[in-house]
């Protein structure tokens, strides 16, 4: 189909439980425009690592995954499915993610915590600053980033230790404005918000 890029599923494996598949695994197999994957991208029904992706090396001539940072690819694959012209999709887990409790994303951290509200507040500026999406769209696609933004700051606030941490943290505050008036989050996302803009 001459796609730039081909995703697939992964499912999470454990020591000592069953494997667990978050997504339908139907085997079904679709081309998309680039819009259609962001779509799935920032709504998490696909998944938005980097390690079920295949594609061409092209890219890397022009775009890099962060250097010294956590959560990196959150902050990539939606750059590189915006560049591309098409895209494939097998609803089928060909990536096996293990989980080991003692991981760095396992492990409970201020730049745990941090680099993962960074990400998402890159993916709210995308969002909000894309001419792919309508009003609505932009209010849809964001409440996920933002629910998953709010409590990852309320965590790295509370996380934050040091002078420069504690600098840090506070800044990212300001992207709380990239959510959009009407977006629909849930009870607890309302609430971490406004608890964010009482205590700092």
Known sequence: HDLDIVYSNHVKVYDDRAPLYTYKESGEYKVMTPR????????????VHSCTMILKRKFFDT????EFSYYEDRRLTYKLINESRKVGYIDKAYYHY???SGSIVHTPSWKNYYDFA????????????????TSDEKKRLSKVVAETFLSKLRRANMKAKTHDQKVKSRKLISAMALIP????????????????KVMY
């Open 63 to 66: 775009m890099h995954f962060p």
């Open 118 to 133: 960074f990400a998402e507040k890159r993916r709210l500026e995308f969002i909000n600053g894309s001419d792919l999406f």
């Open 181 to 196: 008036e009407g977006c629909k989050l849930k009870v607890k996302s309302r609430l971490y918000r406004k608890l964010i």
């Open 98 to 100: 293990y989980q080991r």
């Open 36 to 47: 259609e994957m962001l779509i799935l991208n920032f709504t998490h029904k696909i998944p």
